[in-house]
């Protein structure tokens, strides 16, 4: 599975982006789909996850009511609604698929800045 991560961009404060992740290959439906993020001079941290068949999501608890990951599978597709964005959600944010119990394909990242 090959990801494309794109739909980053400058906002400010309060504003709101929708982050996709296009899937190639027949098997998209097959994987659970996360979106991490990753600060400069930070680790990468967990965002978002959603099952395969899109029945159960979670989230990290600084995105919890704002962030929204959805997913169509006859698009192949992942997504990560923002709202209400805050300077503290700058960072790249990556796509990544799961089968196993890791993530076995990651996306290229998309750079989302939050200016106060």
């Known amino acids: 599975v090959q990801l494309q991560a794109s739909g980053g961009g400058l906002v400010q404060a309060g504003d709101s982006l929708r982050l996709s992740c296009a899937a190639s290959?027949?098997?998209?439906?097959?994987?659970?789909m996360g979106w991490f993020r990753q600060a400069p001079g930070k680790e990468r941290e967990f965002v978002a996850r959603i099952t395969w068949s899109g029945g159960y999501t979670i989230y990290a608890d600084s995105v919890k009511g704002r962030f929204t990951i959805s997913r169509d599978n006859a698009k192949n597709t992942v997504y990560l609604q923002m709202n209400s964005l805050k300077p503290e959600d700058t960072a790249v944010y990556y796509c990544a698929a799961q089968l196993g119990r890791a993530y076995d394909f990651w996306g290229q990242g998309t750079q989302v800045t939050v200016s106060s």
């Open positions: 290959g027949r098997t998209f439906s097959a994987y659970n």
